[in-house]
Nanobody, 118 residues
């Protein structure tokens, strides 16, 4: 069982940066693939980025490629999402998620709001 708690969201102007963190409880964080998803008002939850358990492989949605970077610190049980060149379209609730492989995410955080003003 893994519990996930996101932090770092907030209000930022377009072109700005934010760094999201996801703190995981439990001793099995390093065995899970992890991901960031987001859900904008009126839209379905969508994958933003994902990373393998050891951090050796990452994958990004086309809309954030080159602007966002996913990373993890297994020693500190923490997942990160560095977001740069933010756009109003990036406004959403951001969720971290974990699972046994990066196509199936079983554990979810409660979400953190990111608002990008134009």
């Amino acid at each position: 069982q893994v519990q996930l708690v996101e932090s770092g969201g907030g209000l930022v102007q377009a072109g700005g940066s934010l760094r999201l963190s996801c703190a995981a409880s439990g001793r099995t964080f390093s065995t899970y693939s992890m991901a960031w998803f987001r859900q904008a008002p009126g839209k379905q939850r969508a994958l933003v980025a994902r990373i393998t358990s050891g951090g050796g492989s990452t994958d990004y949605a086309d809309s954030v490629q080159g602007r966002f970077t996913i990373s993890r610190d297994n020693a500190k049980n923490t997942l990160f999402l560095q977001m740069s060149s933010l756009k109003p379209d990036d406004t959403a609730v951001y969720y971290c998620a974990g699972g046994s492989n990066w196509n199936l995410f079983t554990y979810w955080g409660q979400g953190t709001q990111v608002t990008v003003s134009s």
